[in-house]
């Protein structure tokens, strides 16, 4: 069997679409968490205008599937003043910013807040910075033991994860150099959602595709798996502004 795949991306009415193009039977169309991006499975035989004509005849439905993404990215316009709720860990705090002549710096107050210290008139775009500048921090604390506990657990080895901001993706695997990719965003998550997408991700490192193999070995090593990926899925999502 010809396994091999060919990823890009498309215009289509406006959207750009990610087109996997693959030893297939049938075009599969997907909205996908965490922006609503539009993904097409395309088998080998079909063109870019039988996508084009699949995508343009399904617009209605595609808008519709959009239509939860949309209004969770219409709440998330965040300003980083005080009072705004933010999440951390999987919990919702309110944002306590106050401003000092000192070097920025984020810390739990308590229960509920998150203080926030920037210089006097520093603007949204550095108060956001400053944040996810500890969110990040918070992440690259916790990965070293994860990271450890599972490569023994599943006896395969992770050369490097990294973290960044990613659009459309929680989490991605360079197999040849078994570096591993994490969503910034995972530090707004409860511990499980950055568990299971590790999992996930270091699971590529033994099985390149979701087949039935990958899911059995998923179901190997983190038996709640579905539950986790729910979880990571539901509302509420990130709290920037999602570029489509
Ligand atoms: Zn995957």
Same mark, same amino acid.
Not at 13 to 21: E, N
Not at 189 to 205: A, F, G, N, R, W
């Given at each position: 069997?010809?396994?091999?795949?060919?990823?890009?991306?498309?215009?289509?009415?406006?959207?750009?679409?990610?087109?996997?193009? %693959?030893? =297939?039977?049938?075009?599969?169309?997907?909205?996908?968490? /965490?922006?609503?991006? =539009?993904?097409?499975?395309?088998?080998?035989?079909?063109?870019?205008? *039988?996508?084009?004509?699949? =995508?343009?005849?399904?617009?209605?439905? =595609?808008?519709? #599937?959009?239509?939860?993404?949309?209004?969770?990215?219409?709440?998330?316009?965040?300003?980083?003043?005080?009072?705004?709720?933010? $999440? $951390?860990?999987?919990?919702?705090?309110?944002?306590?910013?106050?401003?000092?002549?000192?070097? /920025?710096?984020?810390?739990?107050?308590?229960?509920?807040?998150?203080?926030?210290?920037?210089?006097?008139?520093?603007?949204?775009? #550095?108060?956001?910075?400053?944040?996810?500048?500890?969110?990040?921090?918070?992440?690259?604390?916790?990965?070293?033991?994860?990271?450890?506990?599972?490569?023994?657990?599943?006896?395969?080895?992770?050369?490097?994860?990294?973290?960044?901001?990613?659009?459309?993706?929680?989490?991605?695997?360079?197999?040849?150099?078994?570096?591993?990719?994490?969503?910034?965003?995972?530090? %707004?998550?409860?511990?499980?959602?950055?568990?299971?997408?590790?999992?996930?991700?270091?699971?590529?490192?033994?099985?390149?595709?979701?087949?039935?193999? $990958?899911?059995?070995?998923?179901?190997? $090593?983190?038996?709640?798996?579905?539950?986790?990926?729910?979880?990571?899925? *539901? *509302? /509420?999502? *990130?709290?920037?502004?999602?570029?489509?």
């Amino acid at each position: 069997m010809n396994t091999k795949t060919e990823n890009y991306q498309i215009e289509v009415s406006g959207y750009s679409i990610d087109v996997i193009r %693959k030893d =297939i039977k049938h075009l599969y169309i997907g909205v996908h968490p /965490p922006n609503g991006q =539009i993904r097409v499975s395309v088998p080998l035989r079909l063109d870019d205008d *039988a996508v084009r004509l699949a =995508i343009i005849s399904r617009l209605g439905w =595609i808008k519709r #599937k959009q239509e939860p993404y949309k209004s969770q990215v219409r709440q998330s316009q965040r300003e980083y003043v005080s009072g705004e709720s933010h $999440f $951390f860990a999987g919990r919702r705090y309110r944002l306590k910013v106050s401003e000092q002549n000192s070097p /920025p710096k984020v810390q739990l107050l308590n229960n509920t807040r998150i203080g926030l210290t920037v210089r006097p008139g520093t603007d949204r775009d #550095k108060r956001e910075s400053v944040l996810y500048e500890w969110y990040r921090e918070h992440l690259h604390a916790q990965l070293p033991p994860l990271i450890t506990k599972w490569e023994t657990k599943m006896q395969v080895p992770v050369n490097e994860v990294r973290i960044k901001k990613m659009k459309t993706q929680w989490g991605s695997c360079n197999i040849e150099a078994r570096r591993i990719w994490l969503n910034l965003e995972l530090a %707004k998550k409860p511990k499980s959602c950055l568990v299971y997408v590790l999992v996930h991700e270091m699971t590529h490192l033994l099985e390149r595709h979701h087949n039935d193999r $990958f899911r059995e070995l998923m179901d190997t $090593f983190l038996p709640q798996w579905r539950t986790y990926r729910d979880q990571l899925n *539901a *509302a /509420p999502l *990130a709290h920037e502004n999602w570029r489509y």
